[in-house]
């Protein structure tokens, strides 16, 4: 079982719409976790971070944690095309300073 | 700030020659990552530095690569012989003590 387990894709959404982007994770020591964004061609950018259980909102996004469940969320408010990207969840190893990524899901925003 | 500056871009090298890829990590941080990305298996650590000390090798997929930290303000990870199923796109990352990574633009290697 891989660490960090992502939907690859891809997600067609409509603009406008919510998209919703969903990981787990095996690690139960786990206790960070994040999101990154990945554009065609460009390097992983942070955009969100959740360490505690329950939801954290950041403009148009909103990053869900249920450490009971091992799952982490991402929804994504009011759909651009320009959200259209790869999403990397990623959580960090418990006991080392060690992210562990899935393999990304890739988004598309259909205008 | 100029991030985390990684050189060359782009690297198109044949079967069986040696690859260097640097890394230049943001000033003043202590933590330094070497990441693989391909498509089949995303992207994966290969090692990772604490104030230019080793930390975590377990990735590194095989002897042929090396990685060396210097000094804090530079890396090298070094395939010796390469082959064509290290075709991938190299990240280098940095952080300062348990931040998240800021990522450098990535060096993609080609190798023929």
């Known amino acids: 079982q891989k660490e960090v387990e992502q939907n690859s894709g891809p997600l067609s959404v409509p603009e406008g719409a919510i998209a919703s982007l969903n990981c787990t994770y095996s690690d139960r020591g786990s206790q960070s976790f994040f999101w990154y964004r990945q554009y065609s061609g460009k390097s992983p950018e942070l955009i969100m971070s959740?360490?505690?259980?329950g939801d954290k909102e950041d403009g148009r996004f909103t990053a869900q944690l249920n450490k009971a469940s091992q799952y982490v969320s991402l929804l994504i408010r009011d759909s651009q095309p320009s959200d259209s990207a790869t999403y990397l969840c990623a959580a960090l190893i418990q006991g080392a300073q060690k992210l562990v990524f899935g393999q990304g899901t890739r988004l598309t925003i259909n205008p | 700030d100029a991030g985390v500056i990684q050189s060359p871009r782009h690297e198109v090298t044949e079967m069986g020659q040696e690859v260097t890829l640097r890394c230049k990590p943001i000033s003043g941080h202590d933590y330094l990552f070497w990441y693989r990305q391909t498509m089949m298996r995303g992207l994966e650590l290969l090692i990772y530095f604490n104030n230019n000390v080793p930390i975590d090798d377990s990735g590194m997929p095989e002897d042929r690569f090396s990685a060396k930290m210097p000094n804090a303000s530079f890396s090298t990870l070094k395939i010796q012989p390469s082959e064509p199923r290290d075709s991938a796109v190299y990240f280098c990352?940095?952080?300062?003590?348990?931040?998240?990574?800021?990522f450098g633009q990535g060096t993609r290697l080609t190798v023929v």
């Open positions: 959740i360490y505690s259980n």
């Open positions: 990352a940095s952080s300062f003590r348990e931040l998240v990574p800021f």
